[in-house]
T-cell receptor, first 111, second 112 residues
């Protein structure tokens, strides 16, 4: 069952910030928000995850709204190599709960 | 290189045949997951193993089976292959259940 809603596609100019939204209005208190991306037919790549607080790593920032019903993945300076399908997934931490991939957002970074 | 090794990278076989896909997880990861990605279905979870034991099952057909060996590598066996089994098969591993999985580069299976 899809627990998240993402726009099917987005464009971003190279060098600009890419802001990818995700709605997860039915998220439970113990569910994390995860982001993955898949470049062409390569294996999906883990980007970042968070529970309540905003998170940042070397790849991206994750902004989660206070009510946790939506989040935004931010790629601060998009490059052509960031062109990929981005998946937003909500999942309980721990074993036995697997990642359910929806259709994601196809991000095209344009020169 | 993600640290998850899948072999072979490409496989072409005929309908009705049986194949085995192999996955070596990242060093230290106890869990292995198998996913199938076909053009019309997206990424579908098949099965999970943790330290040799089956932990979760997804939409895995009865013609498919998997196992995880004592050295933690895993094999996915696909039998009585049909044209619709043509897909990318990904293996992923993780050290625990909270952090993200690390995916391999996949095996592209073509059934002709």
């Amino acid at each position: 069952d899809a627990k998240t809603t993402q726009p099917p596609s987005m464009d971003c100019a190279e060098g600009r910030a890419a802001n990818l939204p995700c709605n997860h209005s039915t998220i439970s208190g113990n569910e994390y928000v995860y982001w993955y991306r898949q470049i062409h037919s390569q294996g999906p790549q883990y980007i970042i995850h968070g529970l309540k607080n905003n998170e940042t790593n070397e790849m991206a920032s994750l902004i989660i709204t206070e009510d946790r019903k939506s989040s935004t993945l931010i790629l601060p300076h998009a490059t052509l190599r960031d062109t990929a399908v981005y998946y937003c997934i909500v999942r309980v931490g721990g074993y036995g709960q697997n990642f359910v991939f929806g259709p994601g957002t196809r991000l095209s970074v344009l020169p | 290189d993600s640290g998850v090794t899948q072999t072979p990278k490409h496989l072409i076989t005929a309908t009705g045949q049986r194949v085995t896909l192999r996955c070596s997880p990242r060093s230290g990861d106890l869990s292995v997951y198998w996913y199938q990605q076909s053009l019309d279905q997206g990424l579908q979870f098949l099965i999970q193993y943790y330290n040799g034991e089956e932990r979760a099952k997804g939409n895995i057909l009865e013609r498919f089976s998997a196992q995880q060996f004592p050295d933690l590598h895993s094999e996915l066996n696909l039998s009585s292959l049909e044209l619709g089994d043509s897909a990318l098969y990904f293996c992923a591993s993780s050290v625990d259940g909270v952090f993200g999985y690390t995916f391999g580069s996949g095996t592209r299976l073509t059934v002709v």
